[in-house]
Nanobody
Framework: VELVESGGGLVQPGGALRLSCAAS????????SEWYRQFPGKERELVAS???????NYADSVKGRFTISRDKDKNTWYLQMNTLKPEDTAVYYC??????????????WGQGTQVIVSS
């Protein structure tokens, strides 16, 4: 199983970006789809999550600005980030709790994508 992220980059304050996380491989089911971010010198923090029943959860700092969604047919999930602030600058990682065929579920991580919010 491999998770590949895309969509990061440089954006001005107030702008928007959409991150994508495509899961591929021998996937039976994706249970939880999540986005984390990591600031320099800090541990990764949960930004948004979505369960298989579409229950979502957001960090207080992004509520009302970020939206997580998922395309189950494509095993891909997204993070729409609106009204971006300089303090959103971080490396963003996707994480999936995934059950491959014939195996127990495990957590898989993407490689990370840099988001820079600056004028």
């Amino acid at each position: 199983v491999e998770l590949v992220e895309s969509g990061g980059g440089l954006v001005q304050p107030g702008g928007a970006l959409r991150l994508s996380c495509a899961a591929s491989g021998n996937i039976f089911s994706v249970y939880t789809s999540e986005w984390y971010r990591q600031f320099p010198g800090k541990e990764r923090e949960l930004v948004a999550s979505m369960t298989s029943s579409n229950t979502t959860n957001y960090a207080d700092s992004v509520k009302g600005r970020f939206t997580i969604s998922r395309d189950k047919d494509k095993n891909t999930w997204y993070l729409q980030m609106n009204t971006l602030k300089p303090e959103d600058t971080a490396v963003y990682y996707c994480k999936g709790t995934i059950m491959p065929w014939g195996q127990y579920e495990s957590d898989y991580w993407g490689q990370g994508t840099q988001v820079i919010v600056s004028s």
